[in-house]
Structures are given as structure tokens and as C-alpha cells.
Nanobody, 121 residues
Framework: QVQVVESGGGLVQAGGSLRLSCAAS?????????MGWYRQAPGKQRELVAA???????NYVDSAKGRFTISRDNAKNTVYLQMNNLKPEDTAVYYC??????????????WGQGTQVTVSS
């Protein structure tokens, strides 16, 4: 019903940058409310990195503030995460999450498949 496709992960040296993208598509989508990026490192719980409302309000985990920027293109149902000054502790699988409102006004949440970000020291 809804496809959530992420891209942009990879291997980068400490201090480098990456930009993640996540596009949601599907015929049931009336609108998308909150969109966000989560990450999960080996042996750790999944944590919220950054989120953005449909109106553009953002919030970040403390460790991402000043380094990461979340943005979205509502016309393309796409959310981005610009990550600068990356650190080895940012290494994780990054997941996109979207809150979808369907044409029948039901709410659903979807996850992307995850994209690996590895930061070498």
C-alpha cells in the first residue's frame, strides 16, 4: 500500500558528511504528518534522531543538535537528513518513519528498510 524507500547511507570518515533521503509513495496517501529518522546501533535500542512535522517544526536528539538538519518536501512526500561533522558514534542503521493519513482518514505508520551509515575514525 505504501512504499518507503531510503537512500544515501555509506562509509565516511569522521568529520565528513552524508545526506539521507526517504521517499514515501502509495495510492492511499492523502497526506503525511510527522516524518522522522531513527537509528539503531549494534546492541542498542532504536532511538529517534530527528523529526519534522508537516508544518516544518523540528526536534533533534541532543547528540545531533548543531550537526544534523532534517527537512522535507511535502510535494514529493520526501524527508531528508543532512548529517555534518559525523562521528564514529553516529555509526548505525538509519530508519525512516512516516505517519500517513489515508483518503479514508485512517492513520498508519510505516518504516523504511534501513540504510547503513558507518563513520570511521
Amino acid at each position: 500500500q505504501v512504499q518507503v524507500v531510503e537512500s544515501g547511507g555509506g562509509l565516511v570518515q569522521a568529520g565528513g558528511s552524508l545526506r539521507l533521503s526517504c521517499a514515501a509513495s502509495g495510492s492511499i496517501i492523502r497526506r503525511i504528518d510527522d516524518m522522522g529518522w531513527y537509528r539503531q546501533a549494534p546492541g542498542k535500542q532504536r532511538e529517534l534522531v530527528a523529526a519534522i512535522t508537516s508544518g516544518g517544526r523540528t526536534n533533534y536528539v541532543d547528540s545531533a543538535k548543531g550537526r544534523f538538519t532534517i527537512s522535507r518536501d511535502n510535494a514529493k512526500n520526501t524527508v531528508y537528513l543532512q548529517m555534518n561533522n559525523l562521528k564514529p558514534e553516529d555509526t548505525a542503521v538509519y530508519y525512516c518513519h512516516v505517519d500517513v493519513v489515508s483518503w479514508s482518514m485512517r492513520e498508519y505508520d510505516y518504516w523504511g528498510q534501513g540504510t547503513q551509515v558507518t563513520v570511521s575514525s
